[in-house]
C-alpha cells in the first residue's frame, strides 16, 4: 500500500497528483497523550490510509516533559505524522477542560505550511472512515442533535457575555459537530474565536466545545454548511446507513464501547476484539476495522 511508505514529520508537500488551483482536503485529528486516545488514533490512522489512501496528521497535545505514549510511536512506525502541541486544555478562569484542545489543534495546524486552497478535515480521534467523503470546499459541521440544547440558560449566558445575539441560536442547524471542513485560509481566526467562545461558559462540561463553535461562527460572520457524513454508535445492531461515510464512535453499549479500553491497562485489550456476527451493522464495521488495523500494525513488525 502507498500509504505505508515512511513520511517525515517535516514533508508537508501536497501530493503529486494535485491539480493546480485546487486544494486538498487534509485529515486532522486532536488528541491527547494517554493509551485511550493512542488506540483510537492508531485506527483512525488505519482507516485514514485504508478508505481514503490519506496520512493523516495527528497533534498531540500535552508537555513534552512525557514521553508519547506507546501507541502514537507506533503509528509513526508505521509511517504516520503525529505532531506534539502545547495543551489547550485550560480555560481563561483557570478550569481543566479537555475539548478545549480541538480548536487548539486547528491554531496550531494553521500555523504550518498548508496552501490557503487547502482544508482541513478537523476530527475527534473516535471516529473512522467506511468510504470516501464527498466534502464541500466551505466551511461545514456534520449533524449532531445528542445532548445540544441551545436555549439552556448557561448557553445563553454564554452567548451574551461573548456578545453573540441570542435570536442566531434559534436555528436548528446549529445542531452540529465533527467532523469540520474548515478551509486553512480561515483557520487561524476561527481557532482563536473558537477558544475565546469556550471561555465564556463558567465551566467546561463537554458539550461547550460544540456550542461554542457555532458562537464563534456566528460573531466572525460566517456561515456553514450542516452536512451528513457520520453515523454514531448509540446501539451496536443498528444498520449502518447508506449514506455514512464515517462513524463517531462515541456512545456505545453493552455489546461494545471505546469507554471498556479507558485505563492504560486496558487500552491493549481493544486490539482483541471478536468478529461481531451481525454483518452490515456499526458495530460490526468498528470491530472488523479494528481487527484490520491489529494485522496492519502486526505486517509492519511494530508489534
Known sequence: MAGRKQVSLMDLRPPSKRKIGTGIHRVLVSAENNAYM???CQLIHYSCLSRLGQIPLIVVHGSQEFALSPGFGQIISAGGLVRRAPSYRVTASGHEYPPRN????L?????MNYSADDCFILCDPDMLFVRQPE???RLSADEFRRGLDFKHRDVRHAARKFGVALDTLDNSKLHCGVPHVIPVRDAAR???MWLEAIDAFKLGLWEHSMYGFVMAVAKLGMDFDLTQLSVLNAHSRDPLPSYAAMIHYCCGDRIWTKRRYWKTESAPRVWDAK???HDGTVASEIISQIRA????Y??????
Open 38 to 40: 493512542a488506540w483510537q
Open 102 to 105: 480541538t480548536p487548539g489543534t
Open 107 to 111: 491554531l496550531y495546524a494553521a500555523g
Open 135 to 137: 466534502f464541500g470546499r
Open 190 to 192: 476561527l481557532a482563536t
Open 275 to 277: 468478529p461481531f456476527a
Open 293 to 296: 488495523a491489529k494485522s496492519f
Open 298 to 303: 502486526s505486517s509492519s513488525h511494530i508489534w
